[in-house]
């Protein structure tokens, strides 16, 4: 099936005005990577405010992992905001105490611990400078893979948390997901069909530091294409089920708690991220 840029907007924007994801005075921190799917997400939750004439505040922030990530990821950060006309904040790892090169040689899969810095890091910085709401680039195939991951791994009150909106609660910012309804190759279509700039290789941290890259993680995600290939509307059928499920779990979750340590969000008495600052040391 041939990409359609005009379709893909449309249901981007429907997703945007449906969930309420932007309201006249928020104040909304993207996430960017560098990548197709953040890069999309913030382009056209941009365009999205400007076309509705919508008097809320845009910015840019990202998150440098360490001095192994290359000049050209942090270039091509650049060139997106600066197409955008957004202001760009760039912060380091190394600022909040992590070192990713002794990260990387922790027991732990380094997926796990990088979840887990990007996660409080992401909330920590924009709800500090102000954010009302976090936009990422997470789009539909991730959230089906995150619910049957999580389904496995009878993680079951996680999927409470896959919704085009994630509501905030104390000092957990409100997350907001524009790319919820498409996949990853509508994102890498678009920025094409555009000439949006973005890395096409791999931007993952295991690539800077030689680690081992499981590729079951791929092979899910080829599965989805494969089914979506041969069921019609699959994803937005899909998806639409997991808001209901995710609707129905959101009443039992556990109301937040902070951690003894930094006083940021947690489940737990200590949070992943100090529990990382004392592995590493």
Not at 77 to 88: H, S, Y
Request: proline letters at 3%; hydrophobic letters at 35%.
């Amino acid at each position: 099936m041939s990409f359609n840029s005009e379709i893909y907007k449309r249901k981007i924007f429907k997703t945007i005005s449906k969930y309420k994801l932007v309201e006249k005075g928020d104040k909304i921190f993207v996430g960017l990577s560098g990548g197709k799917d953040s890069g999309s997400a913030f382009f056209l939750l941009n365009e999205y405010v400007k076309k509705n004439k919508i008097d809320c505040e845009i910015l840019a922030f990202f998150i440098k992992l360490g001095d192994f990530i290359s000049e050209d990821v942090v270039n091509i950060v650049k060139k997106q905001a600066d197409i955008c006309g957004i202001e760009l904040k760039i912060y380091n790892v190394y600022n909040f105490g992590i070192d990713y090169k002794k990260i990387a040689k922790l027991k732990r899969p380094i997926c796990s611990s990088c979840g887990t810095i990007k996660r409080y890091l992401m909330n920590k910085i924009p709800r500090e400078e102000g954010a009302t709401k976090l936009c990422t680039g997470h789009h539909g195939d991730d959230f089906i893979v995150f619910f049957i991951k999580n389904m496995i791994g009878k993680n079951i009150d996680w999927i409470s948390k896959f919704t085009p909106l994630l509501e905030g609660k104390g000092k957990q910012l409100s997350r907001i997901r524009p790319l919820f309804f498409v996949g990853g190759d509508d994102n890498k279509n678009f920025c094409e069909s555009i000439n949006f700039p973005y890395i096409k290789e791999d931007i993952c941290p295991h690539k800077f530091l030689k680690q081992k890259i499981n590729k079951r993680r791929e092979k899910w995600y080829e599965t989805i294409k494969q089914i979506s290939e041969w069921q019609p509307n699959f994803r937005e059928y899909f998806l639409e089920g997991v808001i209901e499920i995710a609707k129905s779990l959101s009443v039992n979750v556990d109301k937040i708690s902070y951690c003894e340590i930094c006083g940021e969000p947690t489940n737990t008495n200590i949070c992943g991220f100090c529990k990382l600052l004392k592995l590493q040391s």
